[in-house]
């Protein structure tokens, strides 16, 4: 059974700094599209970033760039989020996805579709 578990998350304030980590169980490796997703009650899911293991590169939507970075530790199966410079607007449950391994693809992208496991998320709440 594939697990995805999220932390690191908690409350900081404007300007603060988190790093959230996701690793990954039951999952032969983390060699696919791994991505960070956000979501607000009431809002639709957004894409934050992701990490493309084939071809070692990251990704971020307009929501992360400039401020998070995407990191890996493939021996731990884990991805980590350290975002940067928060700010209010960054409140959310956050949640990291997985595309199956074995599924080929031709590259990641922040189409929620693409992925097939989620984590239960974990709460980052920045105050002012």
């Known amino acids: 059974q594939v697990r995805l578990v999220e932390s690191g998350g908690g409350s900081v304030q404007t300007g603060g700094s988190l790093r959230l980590s996701c690793t990954a169980s039951g999952l032969a490796n983390i060699r696919t599209c791994m991505g960070w997703f956000r979501q607000v009650p009431g809002r639709a899911r957004e894409g934050v970033g992701f990490f493309d293991s084939v071809g070692g590169t990251t990704h971020f939507s307009d929501v992360g760039k400039d401020r998070f970075t995407i990191s890996h530790d493939m021996a731990k199966r884990t991805m980590y989020l350290q975002m940067t410079n928060l700010n209010p607007e960054d409140t959310a449950t956050y949640y990291c996805?997985?595309?199956?391994?074995?599924?080929?693809?031709?590259?990641?992208?922040?189409?929620?579709?693409?992925?097939?496991?989620w984590g239960q998320g974990t709460q980052v709440t920045v105050s002012s």
């Open positions: 996805a997985a595309r199956n391994p074995l599924y080929n693809i031709d590259s990641c992208t922040l189409l929620q579709n693409l992925y097939n496991y």
